[in-house]
C-alpha cells in the first residue's frame, strides 16, 4: 500500500517563497507518477503540476513560471518549490500518485490511486 505524506506547509507573506514535501512509502517513487494538486476554501480541488516517473513535468497555467516540482528519488520525496507566492494560492495542498500503467490525463483526480492528506499554504497579502 502506497501512503503520501505531506510536509513543509505555514504561512508566507504575499511575495515569499515555499517549499513543500511529499514522502512516499509502500513503493519506490520513481515507479509513480505524482502531482500536486490544491483546494482553496469553498472551491474544487484544482491541478497544479505532475511528475512522470520517467521525468517530465507538467503544470497548470496558474503555476507556471513560479512552481517547480522535482523528486529525489532516494529519498522518495516529491517536492513543489512554489515562488512569488500570492494569496489566492493559500490552500490545503495534496500530493496524489498514481500506477505507470495509468495513462490518462495527469491533470484528472481520476486517475490517481493514492492521496495525501494535505498541507496549509497560506498567503498573506
Known amino acids: 500500500q502506497v501512503q503520501l505524506v505531506e510536509s513543509g506547509g505555514g504561512l508566507v507573506q504575499a511575495g515569499g517563497s515555499m517549499r513543500i514535501s511529499c514522502a512516499t512509502s509502500?513503493?519506490?517513487?520513481?515507479?509513480?507518477?505524482m502531482g500536486w494538486f490544491r483546494q482553496a476554501p469553498g472551491k474544487e480541488r484544482e491541478f497544479v503540476g505532475y511528475s512522470s516517473w520517467i521525468g517530465g513535468t507538467f503544470y497548470a497555467d496558474s503555476a507556471k513560471e513560479r512552481f517547480t516540482i522535482s523528486r529525489d528519488n532516494a529519498k522518495n520525496t516529491l517536492y513543489l518549490q512554489m515562488n512569488s507566492l500570492k494569496p489566492e494560492d493559500t490552500a490545503v495542498y495534496y500530493c496524489?500518485?498514481?500506477?505507470?500503467?495509468?495513462?490518462?490525463?495527469?491533470?484528472?483526480?481520476?486517475?490517481?490511486?493514492?492521496w495525501g492528506q494535505g498541507t496549509q499554504v497560506t498567503v498573506s497579502s
Open positions: 496524489a500518485a498514481r500506477p505507470t500503467w495509468k495513462t490518462g490525463s495527469y491533470f484528472s483526480e481520476t486517475e490517481y490511486e493514492y
Open positions: 509502500g513503493r519506490a517513487s520513481n515507479s509513480l507518477g
